[in-house]
């Protein structure tokens, strides 16, 4: 079983027996399994480069370190903006590994079949970085959406049209199936006793 929280309540993730799902109705943070990994989505906004002007609910921020805590405890991945201040703050930015061994990689989730360019960093807790499943080469192809439109994040692309909200945040099915290798990876590590961020503590 894998679990997933923070995510949309139309997640792909929904469709998928194999995953244990916590979006806006059903409380995160009431999650207390221990030693199994997760994979978090907390959201971004308080920690983006714009969160100056974003309208964050109260204790939204607290999301994100909460998922850390739980990262570091359980393993699993936290999935964030390129230009979230997590990473450098709270988080190893890329190629830097924390006291937990955990890591951060930067991905374009375009590469996994998302409908733009859409450069995200992934913290990393409970594998060592050299037993990641490999990564799918760089896609330089053209993605449609509908009505043959080429998007981009903000629109902010020449030839582009705004991605719609969904669009900006829903998680391709390649990179579902990518988790689901790390994690597999993370279980394997923790039933052989290796060295997670589960005993680096």
């Avoid at 990994?37 to 969160?51: F, I």
């Avoid at 703050?89 to 375009?110: A, R, S």
Wanted: charged share 25%.
């Amino acid at each position: 079983m894998y679990t997933a929280l923070f995510v949309r309540k139309d997640s792909a993730y929904k469709k998928r027996d194999s995953w244990d799902v916590y979006d806006a109705d059903r409380d995160a943070l009431s999650f207390n399994e221990e030693v199994q990994p997760v994979v978090c989505h907390p959201p971004c906004r308080a920690w983006g480069r714009l969160s100056h002007m974003a309208n964050p609910r109260q204790g939204e921020a607290d999301l994100a370190l909460w998922s850390i805590d739980m990262i570091r405890k359980n393993g699993g991945i936290l999935e964030h903006p390129n230009g979230s201040r997590l990473f450098g703050k709270h988080l190893p930015d890329v190629g830097e590994t924390d006291e937990h061994g955990g890591f951060t990689i930067l991905i374009d989730q375009y590469d996994f079949g998302h409908v733009a360019h859409k450069k995200t960093k992934l913290y990393i807790c409970g594998i060592d970085k050299a037993d990641l499943p490999m990564l799918p080469p760089e896609d330089k192809t053209l993605h449609y959406c509908e009505k043959g439109k080429l998007r981009s994040i903000c629109g902010n692309v020449k030839g582009t049209t705004r991605c719609t909200q969904y669009q900006r945040e829903y998680t391709p099915e390649k990179l579902i199936d990518y988790f689901e290798q790390v994690v597999d990876r993370i279980y394997v590590n923790i039933a052989e006793g290796g060295l997670t961020c589960l005993n680096l503590q």
